[in-house]
């Protein structure tokens, strides 16, 4: 039995252009906007000019009435024009002289008439006259450029993107003053028309990376794009990796410094979140805030990241494998004071490791989901009940829920990688629970060679890492002092490596 094709066309509009009459127009529009009343029409006419009859079509919420009103209405129906000989010319008299506006365009294709009604353009319609014109009236709310609440910093700029493009694209010019700096616009989702602007350092930016985003983003074809997530999941390299490989911020100052060094930044129009690429793995390691304090106290901040990754993803599983399958490389006080703890726990350690584990994740999810007071309350509270209770209870011991203490504190530090390091950290559980230590030096293994063979947009994830060159370790696992710093990342910047060219020349004599 065939199926039945109950597919709708999806623009019934496209290819329609407009009539002569204006009556005929604005039935079309009315038509196409059938039961929205958001959609506002406005018929008005000039004192001096009987041929000039329009009709204003707006979306109400989305632009600036005080500017319709004083850039259209007030000018047309106040206009002392009266020279208009003939319908042909009447558009081009109505922009140069009554029009007050300084973007303007002429259109005769309905679906384009739309798009910018629904972009928050105004359009007007005129008698006798197959073309429209659309105004740039957009003007709804937008919120305040505040510190985003997940980065927060001790030092450095307090501002954060909004959900407004044309907001963050001003963000990131009062950075980058150069003419050089390129925002590229791009229109995705079918239905949504999801504006999205492709941002690069043209001379700096490889340009085979460049390409290559290009190339993805025009290759998507969705409904609806929402949120830059979308354009994250659809465009990313290794999809199924619990690593990502396109990094995200809400801070205008760390997707400046990632153009500077020659990566790409996309911007969605409608989310604050502004995705950066290509993304290697020490970033996740990297917060702006290093760049703003001193070199020595940065570079011991970063290597505590570094422990912490170690620390979360590995002291629950050499835990387990101690006291289940290698007992005898502890300490005999240490053993029998675990043993103690341990006696009356009736299930065994990777069973304890693995729940606390989980109910640690649904205490952090549960505080992250609740409103601010309420969640840190019941982050608190949860963690210290639930433990002291379970300890009393004997459904756990006691060094389980210091090691899952632990292993929840140092997840915080590097918080953008949560996801991957509750899978590395299961998946370590489970080998050791089975094979004892080796099956966590083979999870390492595979986990080592897993990085080794992801790329970011042609960029190998695990770059530097391991490098015996100086200039490649300068911003790693340490962050050297900006006059040690050259070079741009390497690979990243095909054109104008050196950072400081003048610095350079005066070390290289």
Same mark, same amino acid.
């Given at each position: 039995?065939?199926?039945?094709?109950?597919?709708?066309?999806?623009?019934?509009?496209?290819?329609?252009?407009?009539?002569?009459?204006?009556?005929?127009?604005?039935?079309?529009?009315?038509?196409?906007?059938?039961?929205?009343?958001?959609?506002?029409?406005?018929?008005?006419?000039?004192? =001096?000019? !009987?041929?000039? +009859?329009?009709?204003?079509?707006?979306?109400?919420?989305?632009?600036?009435?005080?500017?319709?009103?004083?850039?259209?209405?007030?000018?047309?129906?106040? !206009?002392?024009?009266?020279?208009?000989? =003939?319908?042909?010319?009447?558009?081009?008299?109505?922009?140069?002289?009554?029009?007050?506006?300084?973007?303007?365009?002429?259109?005769?294709?309905?679906?384009?008439?739309?798009?910018?009604?629904?972009?928050?353009?105004?359009?007007?319609?005129?008698? $006798?006259?197959?073309?429209?014109?659309?105004?740039?009236? $957009?003007?709804?709310?937008?919120?305040?450029?505040?510190?985003?609440?997940?980065?927060?910093?001790?030092?450095?700029?307090?501002?954060?993107?909004?959900?407004?493009?044309?907001?963050?694209?001003?963000?990131?010019?009062?950075?980058?003053?150069?003419?050089?700096?390129?925002?590229? @616009?791009?229109?995705?989702? $079918?239905?949504? +028309? #999801?504006?999205?602007?492709?941002?690069?350092?043209?001379?700096?930016?490889?340009?085979?990376?460049?390409?290559?985003?290009?190339?993805?983003?025009?290759?998507?074809? %969705?409904? =609806?794009?929402?949120? !830059?997530?979308?354009?994250?999941?659809?465009?990313?390299? &290794?999809?199924? =990796?619990?690593?990502?490989?396109?990094?995200?911020?809400?801070?205008?100052?760390?997707?400046?410094?990632?153009?500077?060094?020659?990566?790409?930044?996309?911007?969605?129009?409608?989310?604050?979140?502004?995705?950066?690429?290509?993304? /290697?793995?020490?970033?996740?390691?990297?917060?702006?805030?290093?760049?703003?304090?001193?070199?020595?106290?940065?570079?011991?901040?970063?290597?505590?990241?570094?422990?912490?990754?170690?620390? !979360?993803?590995?002291?629950?599983?050499?835990?387990?494998?101690?006291?289940?399958?290698?007992?005898?490389?502890?300490?005999?006080?240490?053993?029998?004071?675990?043993?103690?703890?341990?006696?009356?726990?009736? @299930?065994?350690?990777? @069973?304890?490791? /693995?729940? %606390?584990?989980?109910?640690?994740?649904?205490?952090?999810?549960?505080?992250?989901?609740?409103?601010?007071?309420?969640?840190?309350?019941?982050?608190?509270?949860?963690? /210290?009940?639930?433990?002291?209770?379970?300890?009393?209870?004997?459904?756990?011991?006691?060094?389980?829920?210091?090691?899952?203490?632990?292993?929840?504190?140092?997840?915080?530090?590097?918080?953008?990688?949560?996801?991957?390091?509750?899978?590395?950290? #299961?998946? @370590?559980?489970?080998?050791? &629970?089975?094979?004892?230590?080796?099956?966590?030096?083979?999870?390492?293994?595979?986990?080592?060679?897993?990085?080794?063979?992801?790329?970011?947009?042609?960029?190998?994830?695990?770059?530097?890492?391991?490098?015996?060159?100086?200039?490649?370790?300068?911003?790693?696992?340490?962050?050297?002092?900006?006059?040690?710093?050259?070079?741009?990342?390497?690979? /990243?910047?095909?054109?104008?490596?050196?950072?400081?060219?003048?610095?350079?020349?005066?070390?290289?004599?």
């Amino acid at each position: 039995m065939k199926r039945r094709k109950i597919i709708k066309e999806d623009y019934p509009i496209k290819g329609i252009k407009l009539k002569y009459q204006l009556e005929e127009n604005i039935k079309i529009f009315k038509d196409i906007f059938k039961n929205d009343s958001t959609i506002k029409f406005r018929q008005i006419k000039s004192k =001096s000019c !009987s041929k000039l +009859k329009c009709c204003i079509i707006f979306a109400d919420g989305m632009t600036n009435r005080e500017i319709i009103n004083d850039s259209i209405v007030s000018p047309i129906t106040n !206009s002392t024009i009266n020279h208009i000989t =003939s319908y042909k010319n009447l558009i081009d008299i109505i922009i140069d002289e009554g029009i007050i506006s300084d973007h303007v365009e002429r259109l005769e294709s309905i679906e384009k008439l739309v798009e910018a009604l629904l972009s928050g353009d105004s359009i007007l319609l005129f008698d $006798k006259v197959n073309e429209g014109v659309t105004v740039d009236t $957009k003007g709804w709310k937008t919120r305040a450029l505040d510190e985003p609440p997940t980065e927060r910093i001790v030092r450095g700029p307090r501002e954060g993107f909004t959900e407004s493009i044309v907001v963050n694209t001003s963000l990131i010019r009062r950075r980058i003053k150069n003419s050089d700096l390129r925002f590229v @616009f791009r229109e995705i989702g $079918k239905r949504t +028309k #999801t504006q999205v602007s492709i941002c690069y350092i043209e001379g700096i930016a490889n340009e085979k990376i460049v390409e290559e985003v290009f190339k993805r983003i025009d290759n998507i074809d %969705m409904d =609806s794009i929402l949120e !830059s997530g979308y354009i994250d999941e659809l465009i990313r390299d &290794a999809p199924f =990796s619990p690593f990502k490989t396109i990094n995200y911020t809400e801070r205008p100052d760390v997707v400046a410094g990632k153009i500077l060094e020659g990566r790409v930044a996309i911007l969605c129009d409608g989310t604050p979140i502004v995705l950066t690429l290509p993304f /290697l793995f020490m970033e996740y390691f990297q917060v702006n805030e290093d760049y703003y304090s001193g070199y020595i106290f940065s570079s011991i901040n970063r290597l505590l990241r570094y422990l912490a990754f170690f620390i !979360s993803t590995s002291i629950p599983a050499i835990y387990v494998a101690l006291i289940t399958s290698h007992q005898e490389m502890i300490p005999t006080p240490l053993l029998l004071s675990i043993s103690s703890a341990r006696e009356g726990v009736p @299930f065994p350690t990777i @069973f304890e490791a /693995l729940v %606390m584990l989980l109910v640690f994740d649904l205490i952090r999810e549960g505080g992250l989901r609740l409103p601010e007071p309420v969640g840190t309350t019941v982050s608190i509270v949860g963690a /210290l009940v639930l433990g002291e209770a379970a300890v009393s209870a004997k459904i756990v011991s006691a060094p389980i829920v210091i090691v899952t203490a632990i292993t929840g504190i140092t997840t915080f530090l590097i918080y953008k990688m949560t996801g991957a390091l509750i899978i590395i950290r #299961t998946i @370590f559980l489970l080998l050791t &629970a089975v094979l004892g230590l080796y099956g966590y030096i083979f999870g390492v293994i595979g986990v080592v060679i897993h990085l080794m063979s992801i790329r970011s947009f042609g960029i190998p994830y695990m770059i530097n890492v391991g490098s015996i060159n100086k200039q490649d370790l300068k911003d790693t696992a340490i962050r050297a002092p900006w006059w040690f710093m050259y070079y741009r990342p390497k690979l /990243l910047s095909s054109k104008n490596a050196i950072r400081r060219p003048y610095a350079y020349k005066r070390r290289s004599k």
